[in-house]
């Protein structure tokens, strides 16, 4: 039997013919679950953070994330990147180049890793540069520093899993995310109820449960990676192989990066100018630390879905059926529309008991959790669009287009309106930064994925020839 016969009954053939509805669900259901199992690990620890210690241990998380974000950063270059190199090369038929982008995968998140756990020298400065106060630093350090011996597991698991759902096995794929989340669920209450560990003991259940969910993931591509072999030969370090998949990785990557630099910046702004608020700096903080990981759970949808289309979209772009293509994006723009507007509608109507799950804290920081959250999710409801879209590209091997999209709203607009904004309206204007950047980078969306739906309409009729006579 050939390596390509081989790859067909591994069931890639399927996504250039089963029915285009089952298939983004097939795919798009697990990697959604994976989304929110990610934003569980984060949104379990502030919720026990809120209830068991308070607004000043929200805070230490809050200043903690860029790392955890810098992290799935280089997960999703090498995963996203490998995965989408990995079905171009099964939808052009050529299994052994797949092999290649697998084993370099593989070695990219490896190496990166290690990389980003070096880190650990410079703990104190970046938690600082990350928008720390001197009142945040006892609990923020402690929490940063044992988390961060996580970091290599957590970029294995996350990155592997996008491998693992590109070789046609999204349910396992979620189920490395599981794993780890529910050890996470679990253990948080025990370390800091039971055994009284405090902030230590919630950073210690996450550590734990993403070394559960790397080991899960090694099983996988070890003993059940179906569609190609992955030879020992594969993982040797091939920098044409890491270039390509990089450039295809590189949109989720810096998207990823720019949530990064719009953490710290927004971090910095809400210390500086809360500092001559009613709030103050600490609660400003606290407050933005959970509604980013309130926005993470529905960011889990929109991304699921986009990277469920992920081996759809490069499949069939890859053998040339531009028409599944455009139809595959057609509908997952509709699902998520779907849903980014049922979720604005909770989150403008029902703020309060949204928030109320993290414990009961100040009347000062509901006050301003429940404004901040109104104001900066006005354009909620067409948020779906920009990720999608930027996702859309980089699966059709447009590394150019999807690095460009990716950066739209994060860094070419919510950054600046985060530095200006404030300095006429105050800390109102870190708010407001929000809904004008998600217009405009909703826009610019829709206007290059329409130009890029006309490009495929006209190679579909260059491949049909021309009519007969």
Same mark, same amino acid.
């Given at each position: 039997?050939?390596?390509?016969?081989?790859?067909?009954?591994?069931?890639?053939?399927?996504?250039?013919? #089963?029915?285009? *509805?089952?298939?983004?669900?097939?795919?798009?259901?697990?990697?959604?679950?994976?989304?929110? +199992?990610?934003?569980? @690990?984060?949104?379990?620890?502030?919720?026990?953070?809120?209830?068991?210690?308070?607004?000043?241990?929200?805070?230490?998380?809050?200043?903690?994330?860029?790392?955890?974000?810098?992290?799935?950063?280089?997960?999703?270059?090498?995963?996203?990147?490998?995965?989408?190199?990995?079905?171009?090369?099964?939808?052009?038929?050529?299994?052994?180049?797949?092999?290649? @982008?697998?084993?370099?995968?593989?070695?990219?998140?490896?190496? %990166?890793?290690?990389?980003?756990?070096?880190?650990?020298?410079?703990?104190? !400065?970046?938690?600082?540069?990350?928008?720390?106060?001197?009142?945040?630093?006892? @609990?923020?350090?402690?929490?940063?520093?044992?988390? *961060?011996?996580?970091?290599?597991?957590?970029?294995?698991?996350?990155?592997?899993?996008?491998?693992?759902?590109?070789? #046609?096995?999204?349910? $396992?794929?979620?189920?490395?995310?599981?794993?780890?989340?529910?050890?996470?669920?679990?253990?948080?209450?025990?370390?800091?109820?039971?055994?009284?560990?405090?902030?230590?003991?919630?950073?210690?259940?996450?550590?734990?449960?993403?070394?559960? %969910?790397?080991?899960?993931?090694?099983?996988?591509?070890?003993?059940?990676?179906?569609?190609?072999?992955?030879?020992?030969?594969?993982?040797?370090?091939?920098?044409?192989?890491?270039?390509?998949?990089?450039?295809?990785?590189?949109?989720?990557?810096? *998207?990823?990066?720019?949530?990064?630099?719009? &953490?710290?910046?927004?971090?910095?702004? =809400?210390?500086?100018?809360?500092?001559?608020?009613?709030?103050?700096?600490?609660?400003?903080?606290?407050? +933005?630390?959970?509604?980013?990981?309130?926005?993470?759970?529905?960011?889990?949808?929109?991304?699921?879905?986009? &990277?469920?289309? &992920?081996?759809?979209?490069? $499949?069939?772009?890859?053998?040339?059926?531009?028409?599944?293509?455009?139809?595959?994006?057609?509908?997952?723009?509709?699902?998520?529309?779907?849903?980014?507007?049922?979720?604005?509608?909770?989150?403008?109507?029902?703020?309060?008991? +949204?928030?109320?799950?993290?414990?009961?804290?100040?009347?000062?920081?509901?006050?301003?959790? +429940?404004? $901040?959250?109104?104001?900066?999710?006005?354009?909620?409801?067409?948020?779906?669009? &920009? !990720?999608?879209?930027?996702?859309?590209?980089?699966?059709?091997?447009?590394?150019?287009?999807?690095?460009?999209?990716?950066?739209?709203?994060?860094?070419? =607009?919510?950054?600046?309106?985060?530095?200006?904004?404030?300095?006429?309206?105050?800390?109102?204007?870190?708010?407001?930064?929000?809904?004008?950047?998600?217009?405009?980078?909703?826009?610019?969306?829709?206007?290059?994925?329409?130009?890029?739906?006309?490009?495929?309409?006209?190679?579909?009729?260059? =491949?049909?020839?021309?009519? *007969?006579?």
């Amino acid at each position: 039997m050939s390596e390509t016969t081989a790859a067909k009954r591994g069931g890639a053939s399927v996504l250039g013919t #089963g029915d285009i *509805n089952r298939l983004i669900w097939k795919f798009a259901v697990p990697a959604i679950i994976s989304g929110l +199992v990610n934003a569980a @690990y984060n949104i379990v620890d502030q919720i026990f953070i809120g209830q068991g210690i308070g607004e000043i241990g929200m805070a230490a998380t809050n200043v903690a994330f860029p790392l955890v974000t810098i992290s799935a950063a280089l997960a999703l270059l090498f995963g996203v990147g490998g995965a989408a190199n990995f079905n171009l090369s099964m939808g052009r038929g050529e299994p052994e180049q797949a092999s290649r @982008y697998a084993g370099g995968a593989l070695f990219g998140m490896v190496a %990166s890793s290690l990389v980003v756990a070096a880190a650990m020298v410079f703990l104190r !400065p970046l938690l600082f540069a990350f928008g720390a106060t001197e009142a945040i630093m006892p @609990y923020a350090e402690p929490y940063t520093f044992i988390t *961060n011996i996580g970091i290599p597991f957590m970029i294995f698991s996350f990155g592997a899993s996008n491998l693992i759902r590109a070789d #046609g096995s999204p349910n $396992y794929s979620m189920f490395v995310m599981l794993s780890g989340a529910v050890f996470n669920v679990v253990f948080d209450p025990i370390f800091l109820f039971v055994f009284g560990m405090g902030i230590e003991g919630i950073a210690l259940a996450t550590t734990l449960g993403q070394v559960l %969910s790397a080991m899960v993931a090694l099983r996988y591509m070890l003993r059940r990676f179906k569609t190609v072999p992955i030879r020992r030969e594969h993982l040797r370090p091939n920098w044409d192989i890491i270039r390509r998949i990089a450039a295809l990785g590189a949109a989720s990557c810096f *998207n990823q990066l720019a949530m990064t630099v719009v &953490q710290i910046v927004k971090s910095n702004t =809400l210390r500086h100018y809360g500092g001559f608020s009613v709030y103050g700096s600490e609660i400003p903080l606290a407050a +933005v630390g959970v509604i980013s990981k309130i926005l993470a759970v529905y960011m889990s949808f929109v991304l699921g879905v986009a &990277q469920g289309c &992920q081996p759809i979209f490069s $499949y069939n772009y890859g053998a040339k059926n531009y028409a599944r293509v455009k139809e595959t994006y057609k509908r997952a723009l509709l699902y998520t529309s779907v849903f980014s507007v049922a979720a604005y509608l909770v989150f403008q109507l029902f703020p309060g008991q +949204v928030l109320g799950i993290f414990g009961k804290q100040s009347a000062l920081f509901f006050e301003f959790a +429940v404004r $901040y959250m109104r104001i900066f999710m006005l354009a909620l409801f067409i948020n779906n669009t &920009q !990720p999608l879209t930027s996702n859309f590209f980089t699966s059709i091997g447009k590394a150019q287009m999807g690095f460009w999209m990716s950066l739209t709203r994060q860094i070419l =607009l919510l950054v600046p309106l985060l530095l200006i904004l404030p300095r006429f309206l105050g800390i109102e204007g870190a708010m407001w930064a929000g809904p004008i950047s998600d217009v405009i980078a909703a826009a610019l969306a829709i206007v290059f994925v329409a130009r890029e739906m006309r490009s495929m309409t006209k190679l579909e009729g260059r =491949l049909a020839g021309p009519p *007969n006579n």
